[in-house]
């Protein structure tokens, strides 16, 4: 899925994130983040944190737009919090 920009304001973080997920099938949060930074600045937007990135996860999360499907741990940094990857629910792809 090619991700299109409509307007001057491009497409909103989740669509963003939907899109992503559809066309890659998973990704963790630093990983969707760095995505929309780098789409933020080809646009000439400003991208947000990754903080903000984590919220809107959490958010789709409890709204069952996206689950875990796996965790890992991060390669090379044992002592870090493992890496939780996020896909698609059947709900997201409903639309409802």
Request: proline share 5%.
């Amino acid at each position: 899925m090619k991700i299109d920009i409509v307007g001057s304001r491009g497409i909103k973080k989740e669509a963003f994130v939907k899109a992503y997920l559809f066309e890659h099938g998973e990704a963790y949060v630093s990983e969707l983040y760095r995505a929309w930074k780098r789409f933020r600045i080809a646009t000439y937007q400003k991208p947000g944190t990754v903080e903000s990135m984590r919220q809107l996860i959490k958010q789709m999360k409890d709204n069952r737009l996206v689950e875990v499907c796996r965790v890992e741990p991060v390669p090379g940094e044992p002592h870090l919090f493992p890496r939780h990857y996020y896909r698609l629910t059947q709900k997201a792809f409903e639309g409802t």
